[in-house]
């Protein structure tokens, strides 16, 4: 993710101008899986459900449309979430600092559907969280998870997906292993960011980053995220927040990751 570094592979940086990916609609129905509930808290299942509900058919596609910038994600008051510092709030795009992170990721995963590809790497790190892992240690959720996208070369043909999850401070030192899952480490890193509401949809995150790239046009920033990820695959990443359950002040973003010399933020 970005020019972070990473315990067991390269992590893939982005691309400037981005290409938008040709995700098919969404309007499939998902399945879920038998799952055990016993002992989960009501607040990893709603979690759960969030990356799995088939609420992405559309139902809310109106209020998806809605973006903007500036909103503290309401999950981040009651689970724990990576710190940030706001650069700058522009017109259509927020600039934050991240500190020094640790992420927890699955492999690539090949697939035509973003929200796929995102239940099925959330149900990996789901069971991570809940001790399949070398430690058999038990995780506490945290917010966001981020899907990062390497779009196909057309459509419906299948493009890469990367699901992290974000590693709570106090496993941040020594992370428990699993298998199919690496560590990125990421230094202080600069994140553009755009804000939108409602449900994450395979139809709406493409036009979401197109726009984000769009209000970048001709700032430094812009300028940044080209010069951090020249030869890159990755486009952008998507970091969801909200249970299911939250119909209202929903909250999502579009991340594009880079670095940029402290000495260039003088305003």
Not at 52 to 77: F, M, N, Q, R
Not at 108 to 127: E, H, K, P
Not at 148 to 168: A, Q, R
Not at 224 to 232: F, G, L, M, T, Y
Request: charged content about 20%; glycine content about 4%.
């Amino acid at each position: 993710m970005g020019n972070s570094i990473q315990d067991s592979k390269a992590v893939s940086p982005f691309q400037w101008p981005i290409p938008i990916p040709p995700f098919v609609s969404a309007g499939f129905s998902i399945l879920l899986p038998p799952i055990q509930i016993s002992g989960f808290s009501m607040l990893k299942l709603s979690f759960l459900l969030t990356l799995l509900s088939s609420a992405s058919s559309g139902l809310w596609h109106d209020e998806a449309k809605k973006s903007s910038v500036g909103i503290y994600p309401p999950a981040c008051t009651r689970i724990e979430c990576p710190v940030f510092d706001v650069i700058q709030l522009g017109n259509g795009y927020e600039i934050r600092r991240y500190n020094s992170s640790v992420w927890m990721s699955t492999s690539s995963i090949q697939d035509i559907s973003l929200v796929d590809a995102t239940r099925t790497g959330f149900l990996r790190l789901f069971d991570y969280i809940q001790g399949k892992n070398s430690y058999e240690e038990k995780i506490e959720m945290t917010a966001p998870v981020i899907t990062e996208v390497s779009p196909s070369d057309g459509p419906f043909c299948e493009s890469s997906f990367t699901v992290s999850f974000y590693v709570p401070k106090e496993n941040q030192a020594n992370p428990p292993p699993a298998k199919g899952l690496h560590v990125q480490r990421w230094k202080t890193t600069y994140v553009a960011v755009r804000q939108f509401k409602g449900f994450v949809t395979d139809s709406n995150v493409g036009e979401e980053a197109a726009a984000l790239q769009a209000s970048l046009a001709d700032t430094i920033w812009a300028a940044a995220i080209e010069k951090s990820h020249p030869d890159s695959t990755t486009v952008y990443a998507v970091a969801q927040y909200n249970s299911p359950f939250e119909f209202d002040n929903r909250v999502n973003e579009i991340w594009m990751q880079f670095y940029i010399d402290d000495d260039l933020l003088v305003m």
